[in-house]
């Protein structure tokens, strides 16, 4: 498992994670080069079908992170979010997909040391928990 | 404890004695049509007819074991603007709790429809009705009726009544406005017949019939009816859970599916007017296929199988009422019913929801409070 580099697809809202993954960078923090960033404008635009389709392609984790509840730019976009998030929850586990594939968080703008700490924790998990099944067998 | 009359069966003909009660309800005033299942002219099969005329009735038969499809999309096309009276439609407890949903989708009006409900003994698949009808003609209900109530649970020739409704532990039509009661009445007790609305126990009102409370073995007969199929409905979970706990079993499970969609056309809560998978989103140009099977080394086709299925366990499993139209829709055979019931149970849970249960509960994704869920964003 060593030389396993995981894969993750990030799905990050404009307005907070993407501007605190920005400012990870801007602010010279190392964080693993295994996420891919999808920038959408909220997370209340992430349509389960993304998360699904990305681990069915071979992602071994998918984030998807935004403002925090209550501070979302678009009022209730993630409070939707939350609500979709729950529902892959309960569906994806029970197919393979680890619950520990699938990640919902709240980074804000400032958030930056936060972004590149959980980009680094689910790194070392994935290294952990090895490649998605997605990755290894037939997908139809 | 709504108001309950007894319905008399003369010579034990219950097909007879339910036209006519059917034909009393045709009759009064605001009542301009009614959707009842019945046998048509031209061949010997069971469909759902709209008829105003009480005439019309001569060949209704409700408690034939045929469910060609959800007549909830039915009540959907007839009530989705005012008809200019009110329509009343014969309908099985999973399409009244259909029936909900859509409503609740705005795609039906519960106040333009008088939902009549019989407790349900459930329905052969499609083949097996053919072939059953084939058999014995409109002879078939009695047949099904003394097997059904009986010890036969409802087998014919060995015939035996579709998975979901084997399974089925919701078998009374508690959002109907009449209710029939069979199980713990009939025969001794005749027909039990209940107004569960306001509405409901109005028009019962009308009818002429004896007042009377439900038979003492009512309560007990329904009861042991409900914790057998309970039984049965969590032994199917199981079986399902355990043959799909992988992407690998999933994989397999579905491996007949050719994405047909005729599952999604059959389901009465898939509510999209145009569905996803149909548009241009997975009109994948040649060139994408190519790369898939490059990168993949064998691509079945067509693609998106297993995506479609997740889709839609995600798009409509919190509305799912649990008819299995799916599994009686496919081509293939996939015990789809199965899955769809599996996941349901669990999405449902997830938000203290039922499908069907009540108009007053709004869909779980098209609501959300401030503060709810702290587990999802967990580590």
Redesign the interface.
């Known amino acids: 498992m060593t030389d396993f580099e995981p894969t993750i697809i990030a799905f990050v809202c404009n307005w907070c994670t993407y501007t605190a993954a920005d400012l990870a960078g801007t602010s010279r923090l190392a964080y693993p080069h295994n996420v891919r960033l999808v920038r959408l404008m909220c997370t209340g635009m992430v349509d389960p079908k993304y998360v699904i389709k990305a681990l069915l392609s071979g992602a071994d984790a998918v984030l998807v992170s935004g403002c925090r509840p209550g501070d979302c730019h678009y009022i209730n976009g993630n409070f939707k979010a939350r609500r979709r998030f729950k529902l892959l929850k309960e569906i994806l586990p029970r197919f393979g997909f680890e619950a520990a594939r699938l990640r919902l968080a709240w980074i804000g703008a400032s958030d930056g040391h936060e972004f590149a700490a959980t980009i680094k924790e689910m790194t070392e998990k994935m290294r952990e928990l090895g490649p998605s099944e997605a990755r290894r067998k037939m997908v139809i | 404890m709504p108001q309950s009359y007894k319905i008399e069966v003369p010579g034990a003909d219950l097909g007879a004695t339910l036209k006519n009660f059917l034909g009393a309800i045709l009759g009064l005033e605001e009542v301009a049509a009614m959707l009842v299942p019945a046998w048509l002219p031209m061949k010997d099969t069971v469909m759902p007819v709209l008829v105003t005329d009480p005439a019309g009735l001569e060949t209704a038969d409700p408690l034939a074991p045929a469910f060609p499809l959800n007549a909830a999309r039915l009540a959907s096309r007839l009530t989705r603007k005012p008809a200019g009276g009110l329509v009343a439609a014969v309908l099985r407890p999973c399409e009244i709790r259909a029936f909900v949903e859509l409503v609740k989708l705005k795609q039906g009006s519960a106040d333009d429809l008088v939902i009549i409900g019989l407790d349900c003994l459930g329905a052969f698949p499609n083949t097996g009705f053919t072939q059953a009808a084939q058999a014995h003609g409109r002879g078939l209900t009695d047949k099904f009726l003394a097997s059904a109530l009986g010890s036969g649970e409802g087998a014919v020739d060995g015939i035996e009544p579709a998975a979901a409704c084997r399974v089925c532990e919701r078998p009374l039509p508690l959002g109907a406005d009449v209710a029939l009661g069979l199980f713990g009445v009939w025969p001794e007790g005749g027909v039990l017949a209940e107004g569960r609305t306001e509405r409901g126990a109005e028009i019962l009102g009308r009818l002429g019939l004896a007042r009377a409370g439900a038979p003492a073995a009512r309560t007990s007969a329904v009861e042991a009816l409900v914790r057998a199929k309970t039984k049965l409905r969590d032994e199917m979970f199981a079986r399902t859970?355990e043959a799909?706990?992988?992407?690998?079993?999933?994989?397999a499970y579905?491996?007949g599916?050719v994405n047909c969609y005729n599952c999604r056309n059959a389901c009465p809560v898939c509510y999209c007017r145009e569905c996803?998978f149909t548009t241009d989103v997975f009109d994948h140009e040649p060139r994408q296929y190519l790369q898939w099977a490059r990168r993949?080394g064998?691509v079945?086709m067509p693609?998106d199988?297993?995506?479609y299925h997740?889709?839609r366990?995600?798009?409509m499993?919190?509305a799912c009422v649990g008819c299995g139209q799916c599994s009686n829709a496919c081509p293939n055979g996939l015990p789809v019913m199965e899955l769809f019931r599996t996941?349901a149970a669990?999405?449902q849970a997830?938000?203290d929801y039922e499908a069907g249960r009540s108009l007053e509960e709004a869909p779980?994704?098209s609501v959300?409070?401030?503060?709810?869920?702290p587990e999802?964003?967990a580590?």
């Open positions: 859970t799909t706990s992988s992407l690998e079993k999933l994989t579905l491996a599916c996803v993949q064998t079945k693609t199988t297993v995506f997740l889709t366990l995600a798009h499993s919190t996941l669990r999405t997830a938000f779980p994704l959300f409070r401030e503060d709810e869920f999802v964003t580590p």
